[in-house]
């Protein structure tokens, strides 16, 4: 083995600093003022206030420049000091570029402004250091070699919907994608070009367990899994040239089943990023094939799921998982199969017949939702284009790499990152004096760069506050305990970034914007992480520490994640629990009632809607009213200390200003006398004991009910609401004879009819009413989005587009004749309109029929109406008129009905003519 | 037993009648009626909500055949024949109209009822006289809805012009997605729509003052700090700048766009740079009057419903109450006090209104918003007993301090007494955010308090009254000529403008 003799390294070094410096200073004169400081979260934040005096930032800055990792503190010093492991670099050369560590070695500030990482080859002449910097890095990638691997362009859109919305920007600036500048942020770390030092593969495999790499988790593990991983990688290697991931042929024609795809003739092939029809511009009569690689992350059952309209199949390494041939309406099939974890190809065959078109390739992890299965698609290696501009492969020369190793032992790189080579542990051969016997204004802390020591560009501040943390050790003989520490902890991992605890940290102005909800309505409450005042009285402690070490989704409207922090912050719960236990006076407990049944099923009926109606904003479980829908009642006992429940429950405001949250107790006093006899406590107790049973308790009334089924028995009846396919200003009118229709009050158009049950209001008579509700009943036909009238010039002229209103177009209601049934009342010029529905018909046979009566002054020329409107219209033999394969429309004999083609679209026109100015138009539906 | 012969049921309800009222006039001469509780004063009647029914009661209109139409959320009208009905188990529920849309508005005009529904405002009539409508013809759709819940649209009576006046909300809490969301809109009978103010967030109600001003309650949520009361002064910007957007499609019916008012500032501050933004006339403090501000009605019985004629009444969906309003103009704006009034209705109380000159009548739901009133959909009727309750009259601010009046007159040396009050204000951020903290605390000084000669007022006397705060005060210590403390001892004013 070749090694670096230590003495002559030395003296070298000594020769090449004085050289370096007599050298230097004309040309690259390196200090503090020229490089950006170590960036460390917490000192950004609260340097210079009052919540972090000078000697507590320099205790900080002692653990997060890892000081005392070559020079040890002693006594309360070393207590006080969270040291923040280095990388572990066992693995080092999978996941950073050995160009970046070459740059990054021989001027970590210059390379990564703000880097933690001190230099330490900065006084060795430029020769020397290039050899050092060289075998280092020849060491440092022998571990390893960086895959490259194409980002796609689908998961770096994903990923920046994820960049911007879980958290990565409480600690990290924005990337905006458009080109436009951002200011860097306080507090917050540029990510700059993490394409210079990653590629994909171990990009994602970092973000998807930082913790392996950086167990000190000032990066947290943000539970992201790992097809989040992949997607917030891609968007921050967005500079990198992009992949597709998949790619597909087209082969036009009319199938019944699907084709041979090896014998077919393809039309087009191209790339794409999701399993869908939207590649080509066909509607009818063509079949696709998708092919990609799969990337999955775990061995386990699978479960796929593909959902077409016609048929389509799905192959896994060549092997039919899904068979879902033929013509066919829309349906899923789906399948489980074993797979294990890494690459498998994946192909999808489609075929469209004619009517509509869809494609959906959906798999569900073990244990997770579904999600579509594009998300695992990987790309191959980088194309030959995009490798022909990289930098020349690096070659590993092992000579170099032995020397490296020796390098790193004896330079000192050893004493900060954890490094195993073939299991064995590499040892630091550097030894540095303790803290309390160092001059403390050499050496690190020097403003330029000194022989024979690591450097720092700090800041003034920052050196006067290690300086004062070092020399003040002795006046700070304690350990930190309770508040203190807490504070401590709440700042080294930048909680205060996302939380408040009392007057410290919370979301910030600049970076307000960023913390996003799916619930608007909820306010900050439903987008802002909770404030920590108090938390040690709020939560059990076994919570807070589940919480702290493994991440949580309690408030899953918060898009924000609260991140796994591992083993980092163990004395967390304990000590926030002591800071804050005196915070709530002990609660009247009804303990000995807890386990009774009629006491708990008094809870119950409080939780419930005909209660205190809890659930009107709160989740139980999976199960939801629409609406609010905050943090589950049945994860409440799991959490919360109950001496904090009882009197936040009678008044909320105390403990959460501003919250939404009602108390049902105003001054005490119970709202609902019937329950418990109005008592205020064991009402309290009563809720308490019902929500110590968590998921086991049974759901409370009001959270499910069925259907509300609107019946016409003997006249029509009328549902005016928001209905799918109709618009929001549908009116919908259900007849005796089991059909329905609706009329779209906006597009002045008889938007759908359909057969047997009419419709549930159950979605908008329920909780707040949210959506859109389709049709009940069966064999829903819709109709095209357009006016029912047009004025057409030449034979030619297109079917107008514009919206109704802008057409001229007005409502005017409707009236009820015979039965209840609505005549819709419009106008458009000075044509009024009366438009009629009936069914028609005997013995439990019915058709629907129109009659349109138009009345006008001007009785104007060339107006058309709008009989029917599909891809296809045909004459049927007994003189109706079948459009595609969905209905039939059939005139009275005398109608003077012209059938066209335009824009694809097959219309039969009825031409309007005023007799005395009135015309009357009549045409049946049977479908 | 699964049923009971009719005669039998009669007999045995009349024996259980004839019970109860034996016990009731048996407590009667030793009970005195408990001068320190709401229902000493006004009694409330519940109506027992048929099971096949819902009346989710959206709005109230009482029509010149004393009957009282209920429109729903659910988008029937019913009909109740005998509103004033000794007990109200006995009144009974037609279904006049069925198949709206969420009807947030009734207005009765020349044998039409109006119907204020989400999608447009609708006049109805029963043309055959059947007892049930049968032509729904269309006023005005001239403001556009999307599929958001939260697209309601409320309705008011008829102004003194003949114009129906709807308030329509935002889109969710935050924007305006389509035209006039966020914004007031006058229709008048021939369904023209003038554009009216703008600045609307998600309100509960509107009604008018006896001056025929016209009022609607916004919620706390974005650009409100609080539930507030407030002026739809046309040509106004009520604060939440969301559909502002839509002052160019207006044709300058009522001037450009105001300014884009700062986030986070105060609504005074703003107030000041932003001519067209009308800060609210009366916060309702959140929680303590209220969550959930909703229906606004004048009392214009003349003083058949007691003391109160003139003030405004609004309720308050998520308490289950109804609060007092007592206003006053200063430098030209609306602002005012508002006070308890009743508590315990029975579902989320929404809709209210005075019929026969005597009567409130507060229909309820707790359809997707909670309440403290359990019951899934209410209508409650208050009567007044007669008695005078002891309460703060009216609230009005002077340069130095405020005059309130009381309805009886008060032991001077109680009333007389600076320990008697506490007085603290705040405000709220004006922001973009959800709702606001109270801040900017403040604890002026009652220098001194004089009683009037008649003891029905007491002036008091303040130094550092705080513009554009909420001034709270608490008159725990005040007592009537006979010793009766006040039965809601609190008011909160909020003095936009200090009379100067």
Redesign the interface.
Same mark, same amino acid.
């Given at each position: 083995m070749m090694r670096v003799s230590k003495r002559s390294f030395v003296l070298r070094s000594l020769l090449a600093s004085l050289l370096g410096v007599l050298c230097t200073i004309q040309l690259t004169p390196l200090s503090a003022a020229d490089l950006a400081p170590p960036k460390v979260l917490g000192f950004e934040r609260l340097n210079g206030t009052p919540a972090l005096p000078e000697i507590a930032a320099g205790e900080l800055l002692l653990g997060e420049l890892n000081c005392t990792s070559c020079h040890a503190a002693d006594g309360a010093l070393a207590s006080r000091v969270d040291k923040k492991p280095a990388p572990i670099l066992s693995d080092v050369g999978n996941r950073v570029r050995p160009e970046y560590l070459r740059g990054f070695l021989n001027d970590p500030a210059a390379t990564k402004a703000g880097t933690t990482m001190p230099n330490v080859l900065a006084t060795l002449p430029e020769e020397e250091r290039k050899e050092v910097v060289e075998a280092l890095v020849h060491f440092l990638s022998s571990t390893g070699e960086v895959e490259d691997q194409a980002p796609r362009k689908m998961n770096a859109n994903r990923g920046e919907a994820l960049y911007g919305s879980v958290g990565c920007l409480a600690c990290h600036d924005p990337r905006p994608t458009d080109g436009s500048l951002v200011p860097a942020l306080k507090a917050s770390i540029s990510l700059g070009k993490p394409s210079r030092k990653f590629a994909l593969p171990g990009l994602a495999k970092f973000l998807e367990d930082p913790l392996a790499v950086r167990p000190g988790a000032r990066m947290p593990h943000m539970n992201l899994g790992q097809a989040d991983s992949v997607a917030i990688a891609s968007f921050l290697l967005n500079d990198l040239e992009m992949a597709t991931g998949l790619e597909f042929v087209v082969v036009p024609g009319s199938f019944t089943k699907l084709p041979d795809f090896s014998q077919a003739k393809v039309a087009a092939t191209g790339e794409a990023e999701d399993f869908t029809v939207d590649v080509t511009k066909l509607k009818e009569n063509f079949a696709l094939r998708f092919d990609g690689q799969i990337d999955l992350p775990i061995d386990g059952e699978y479960e796929f799921f593909l959902y077409s309209d016609d048929g389509s199949r799905l192959l896994i390494d060549a092997e039919v998982v899904i068979d879902h041939d033929g013509v066919h309406a829309p349906a899923e099939k789906s399948k489980k199969k074993k797979l294990t974890a890494g690459k498998h190809s994946v192909a999808v065959e489609y075929f469209e017949q004619s009517g509509g078109e869809e494609l959906r390739v959906q798999v569900k992890l073990p244990g997770a939702a579904r999600r579509p299965l594009a998300d695992f698609i990987v790309a191959g290696k980088k194309s030959e284009t995009s490798a022909a501009v990289a930098p020349p492969k690096f070659a590993l020369n092992l000579d170099l790499a032995v020397k490296g190793r020796d390098l790193f032992s004896s330079l000192g790189c050893a004493s900060c990152h954890a490094m195993k080579i073939s299991g064995e542990p590499i040892d630091s051969k550097l030894t540095s004096k303790p803290l309390s016997q160092l001059k403390l204004e050499s050496g690190c802390l020097a403003i330029t760069p000194q022989p024979k020591t690591a450097w720092f560009p700090l800041s003034e501040l920052q050196r006067k506050a290690i300086v004062a943390a070092v020399k003040g050790a002795a006046s700070q003989t304690s350990k930190l305990v309770g508040n203190d520490a807490v504070h401590r902890q709440l700042t080294t991992f930048n909680c205060y970034a996302c939380h408040a605890r009392g007057d410290i940290g919370g979301v910030d102005?600049a970076h307000?914007a960023f913390f996003l909800t799916t619930t608007?309505?909820?306010?900050?409450?439903g987008?802002l992480p909770p404030p920590l005042t108090g938390v040690g009285a709020k939560l059990k402690p076994e919570w807070t520490k589940k919480v702290v070490a493994e991440g949580n989704k309690v408030r899953p409207y918060i898009l924000t994640k609260m991140p796994k922090f591992g083993g980092n912050l163990p004395s967390f719960a304990a000590e926030v629990a002591a800071a804050d236990e005196k915070l709530v006076p002990a609660a009247p407990l009804a303990q000995e009632q807890w386990k009774d049944r009629k006491f708990k099923a008094a809870g119950k009926q409080l939780v419930g809607?005909?209660?205190?109606?809890?659930i009107?904003?709160h989740v139980w479980g999976d199960k939801a009213?629409?609406?609010i829908q905050a943090m589950s009642l049945t994860t409440m006992a799991e959490r919360l200390n109950p001496n904090w429940f009882h009197p936040y429950m009678i008044n909320p405001?105390q403990f959460r200003?501003?919250t939404?949250m009602?108390?049902?107790w105003?001054d005490g006093k119970a709202?609902?006398p019937s329950v418990l006899n109005g008592d205020t406590n064991k009402q309290v107790q009563a809720i308490w004991a019902y929500l110590l049973d968590g998921k086991e308790a049974s759901a409370p009334a009001g959270l499910t009910t069925g259907a509300i089924e609107l019946v016409a028995y003997d006249e029509a009846?009328?549902?005016?609401?928001?209905i799918e396919g109709a618009?929001?200003?549908a009116?919908a009118v259900g007849y005796p004879q089991k059909l329905n229709l609706a009329f779209d009050?906006n597009g002045m158009r008889l938007a759908l009819i359909w057969q047997n049950s009419f419709m549930d209001?159950s979605k908008h008579?329920?909780?707040?009413?949210?959506?859109?509700q389709p049709p009940l009943g069966d064999n829903v036909v819709k109709f095209p989005e357009v006016v029912p009238f047009a004025t057409l010039t030449a034979a030619e002229t297109v079917w107008p587009k514009e919206i109704a209103k802008d057409q001229g177009y007005?409502?005017?209601?409707?009236?009820?004749v015979e039965k209840?049934q609505p005549v819709f009342?419009y106008s458009f010029g000075d044509i009024e309109v009366e438009d009629f529905f009936e069914p028609i018909g005997s013995d439990g046979l019915f058709f629907l029929r129109r009659t349109v009566t138009l009345t006008s002054k001007s009785s104007p020329d060339r107006l058309y109406f709008l009989a029917a409107q599909g891809g296809t219209i045909k004459e049927t033999a007994d003189g109706g008129f079948q459009v595609d394969n969905g209905f039939t429309v059939r005139l009275p004999k005398d109608t003077k009905a012209v059938l066209r083609e335009s824009e694809g679209k097959s219309q039969l026109l009825i031409p309007v003519e005023f007799t005395n100015g009135k015309a009357t138009i009549t045409e049946t539906f049977d479908w | 037993m699964n049923s009971l012969p009719s005669i039998g049921r009669c007999t045995l309800v009349f024996l259980c009648s004839l019970f109860m009222a034996s016990m009731l006039s048996a407590q009667d001469p030793q009970k005195q009626p408990d001068p320190n509780k709401e229902e000493t004063y006004y009694k409330l009647e519940s109506f027992p909500i048929p099971e096949h029914i819902?009346l989710e009661a959206g709005s109230l209109e009482y029509l010149p055949n004393k009957t009282l139409a209920i429109s729903t /959320?659910?988008?029937d009208i019913f009909v109740l024949a005998d509103p004033f009905i000794k007990d109200p188990a006995d009144a009974t529920f037609k279904l006049w109209a069925?198949?709206?849309?969420?009807v947030l508005g009734l207005a009765y005009k020349d044998g039409w009822l109006y119907a204020t529904? /989400?999608?447009?405002l609708?006049r109805i009539k029963d043309?055959n006289n059947d007892g049930k409508?049968?032509?729904? *013809?269309?006023v005005s759709?001239g403001w556009e809805?999307?599929?958001d819940?939260? *697209?309601y649209a409320f309705g008011s009576k008829f102004d003194k012009d003949g114009n129906v006046w709807v308030v329509l909300c935002l889109t969710?809490?935050?924007s305006s997605a389509v035209k006039y969301r966020g914004w007031c809109l006058r229709i008048n009978e021939d369904g023209k729509v003038l554009p009216t103010c703008s600045g609307i967030r998600s309100p509960g109600g509107i009604g008018m003052n006896c001056a025929g001003d016209m009022f609607y309650t916004d919620n706390?949520?974005p650009w409100n700090g609080a539930c507030a009361l407030k002026w739809l002064k046309p040509g106004s910007f009520q604060g939440h700048p969301g559909g502002n957007k839509w002052y160019k499609e207006t044709g300058e019916a009522i001037g450009p766009a105001p300014k884009e008012p700062k986030s986070?500032s105060r609504m005074m501050v703003e107030a000041k740079l932003i001519p067209e933004l009308e800060p609210p006339c009366c916060y309702f403090p959140y929680?303590e009057m209220g969550?959930s501000a909703a229906g606004v009605v004048c009392d214009t019985t003349n003083g058949k419903f007691g003391p109160f004629a003139g003030q405004l009444f609004v309720t308050d969906q998520?308490?289950?109450t109804v609060m007092r309003v007592c206003l006053e103009k200063v430098d030209g704006h609306y602002q005012g006090a508002c006070i308890p009034f009743r508590q315990g209705f029975t579902s989320g109380a929404l809709s209210i209104l005075f019929a026969n000159d005597d009567t409130m009548f507060v229909g309820g739901t707790? /359809?997707?918003?909670?309440?403290?009133?359990?019951?899934?959909d209410s209508l409650d009727r208050v009567v007044w007993t007669g008695e005078l309750p002891f309460e703060i009259h009216e609230m009005h601010a002077k340069k130095d301090g405020f005059e309130v009046i009381f309805t009886k007159p008060v032991d001077p040396k109680a009333a007389g007494d600076v320990a008697s009050y506490k007085l603290t204000t705040y405000q709220h951020i004006y922001q973009s955010?959800?709702?606001?903290?109270?801040v900017d605390h403040t604890t002026p000084t009652i220098t001194k308090v004089e009683v009037a000669a008649d003891g029905k007022s007491a002036r008091l006397f303040v130094e550092q009254l705080q513009e554009g705060h909420v001034h709270e005060l608490h008159l725990d210590g005040v007592r009537s000529a006979v010793g009766l403390k006040l039965l809601h001892p609190v008011a909160y004013y909020t003095l936009n403008y200090i009379p100067q």
């Open positions: 102005e307000d608007k309505e909820m306010g900050d409450e987008r809607a005909q209660g205190l109606g809890c009107k904003c009213i629409p609406g405001v200003p501003g939404r009602p108390t049902a105003p709202t609902l009846i009328i549902y005016r609401n928001f618009g929001p200003r009116i009050a209001a008579w329920q909780g707040r009413g949210v959506g859109f007005k409502f005017r209601g409707y009236k009820l209840l009342l | 819902s /959320r659910r988008g069925s198949g709206l849309h969420e529904q /989400r999608c447009e609708t043309s409508a049968d032509v729904f *013809e269309t759709d809805i999307n599929g819940y939260h *697209e969710g809490s935050f706390q949520g986070g929680p969550q998520s308490h289950s707790n /359809r997707g918003w909670g309440s403290r009133g359990s019951k899934p955010a959800y709702g606001s903290p109270k």
